[in-house]
């Protein structure tokens, strides 16, 4: 079967009035035999490719970026692109199909993720392609590419003398969330079920938010509770820290558990939602976080979870 590769690029984009001038980054780094990750220096979705014998596999496309992330395919290996996973269906992960297109590959999702890019996803795309914004001249004249293969549970991918053991793991960051555990590297790929050094963001797809802060603790013990041999937990937000292992989702635990209590501490001192938002103190462990601005939208969240739910 398949196989992923990567490479790094800098895209300069010069934005018109109004808006920020801003340069996007992608930074390459080998993190295993064959395993290239691509960070998006701005703090936006990052990317992972495999390059096997047998072709490549790549791990989240973003419209805006996925070409890149082939040109730097490109000069690493003439094998084409067989396969393509995605970890959620929000557009900065599942929309840059189209630029792997001429390799033909096969698009792998969960059904749910097929059904948001069916849905929610496919009507944003095709309005921000009408769009005369400059932040969304990377849709123009693009197509928005549904998975061929949709699934529940989970499948083996067995391609290039390598296993992708590919899971449906449920609701937590989204509907949809997919893992790729690849056991002959050590490497486990897990989309924005982890974000490194900054502050998660709300699952959503075309708007509609589905970030669910229990079920994703409840997968997040799941998967540590394989105790699988990983050496690296890539994640879909941040910078990865090759040989890390569990630490990564031990702290991405511990952010969710920490923030909440502290929420409900707010709530049983009779704070509104307002009021959290306004007078919340970030804890000093994780003050070194990046994206602040996502901080407001997460306690909203907390807060609505907590008092509709129990969290």
Do not use: C
Not at 219 to 248: E, F, S
Request: no cysteine; net charge neutral.
């Amino acid at each position: 079967m398949k196989h992923f590769a990567a490479g790094s690029f800098v895209v300069l984009i010069v934005l018109l009035p109004r808006i920020a001038s801003a340069q996007v980054k992608m930074n390459m780094k080998q993190i295993a035999e064959g395993v290239y990750f691509m960070e998006n220096s701005a703090g936006s979705s990052n990317s992972t490719f495999v390059i096997t014998d047998e072709g490549v596999l790549v791990f989240d496309f973003d419209i805006r970026t996925a070409d890149q992330t082939l040109a730097a395919i490109r000069k690493l290996t003439d094998k084409k692109v067989r396969y393509l996973v995605s970890s959620h269906s929000a557009g900065d992960h599942a929309t840059g199909a189209w630029h792997f297109r001429e390799d033909k590959p096969v698009y792998i999702a969960t059904k749910n993720q097929a059904k948001d890019l069916f849905m929610q996803e496919a009507k944003e795309f095709e309005e921000r392609g009408q769009s005369s914004e400059p932040s969304n001249a990377a849709y123009k004249g693009k197509e928005l590419v549904r998975p061929d293969l949709g699934f529940d549970g989970s499948m083996a991918l067995y391609f290039g003398g390598l296993t992708f053991q590919i899971t449906a793991e449920g609701t937590g960051h989204s509907t949809g969330d997919l893992t790729v555990y690849i056991p002959q590297r050590r490497v486990y790929l897990m989309g924005d079920l982890l974000d490194t050094e900054i502050h998660p963001g709300q699952g959503e797809s075309a708007g509609v938010f589905y970030s669910y802060v229990k079920g994703w603790i409840e997968i997040l013990d799941k998967i540590m509770q394989r105790n699988l041999p990983v050496d690296t937990y890539v994640p879909g937000h941040g910078p990865v820290h090759a040989g890390r292992g569990v630490k990564d989702l031990e702290e991405q635990k511990r952010y969710f558990v920490v923030m909440r209590d502290e929420v409900a501490k707010m709530i049983q001192a009779g704070k509104n939602v307002e009021q959290i938002q306004k007078e919340f103190k970030l804890p000093q462990e994780f003050a070194h976080y990046r994206r602040p601005e996502r901080l407001r939208t997460f306690l909203r969240l907390f807060y609505n979870q907590l008092i509709d739910r129990g969290l």
